[in-house]
Nanobody, 116 residues
């Protein structure tokens, strides 16, 4: 059974940093593309960043380019999202996902709140 578990969220002041983790079980993460998405209250879920399975190719939403970095540690079956220079508009529940054999899996999400 595939399970994704996000962690690392919390409350931080504007300009601060957080590192989110997405730990996988039931799959070998190194062969999977993994994405981070976020959903703010009253808004649709939106793409944040993605890392592919080979060569660790990455891409980012324009709103987070230069501030967020996605990376993976295949030995730990974990993908990270390093978030720097956080802004109030980054406040959201952050989710990771991956697709295996045509099925899309999501984690339960982790709350990030950026506020003074």
């Amino acid at each position: 059974q595939v399970q994704l578990v996000e962690s690392g969220g919390g409350k931080v002041q504007p300009g601060g940093s957080l590192r989110l983790s997405c730990a996988a079980s039931g799959i070998v993460f190194s062969i999977s593309h993994v994405g981070w998405y976020r959903q703010a209250p009253g808004q649709e879920r939106e793409f944040v960043a993605r890392i592919n399975s080979a060569w660790s190719f990455t891409n980012y939403a324009d709103s987070v380019k230069g501030r967020f970095t996605i990376s993976r540690d295949n030995a730990k079956n974990t993908v990270y999202l390093q978030m720097n220079s956080l802004k109030p508009e980054d406040t959201a529940v952050y989710y990771c996902n991956t697709m295996i054999s045509g099925l899309l899996y999501w984690g339960q999400g982790t709350q990030v709140t950026v506020s003074s």
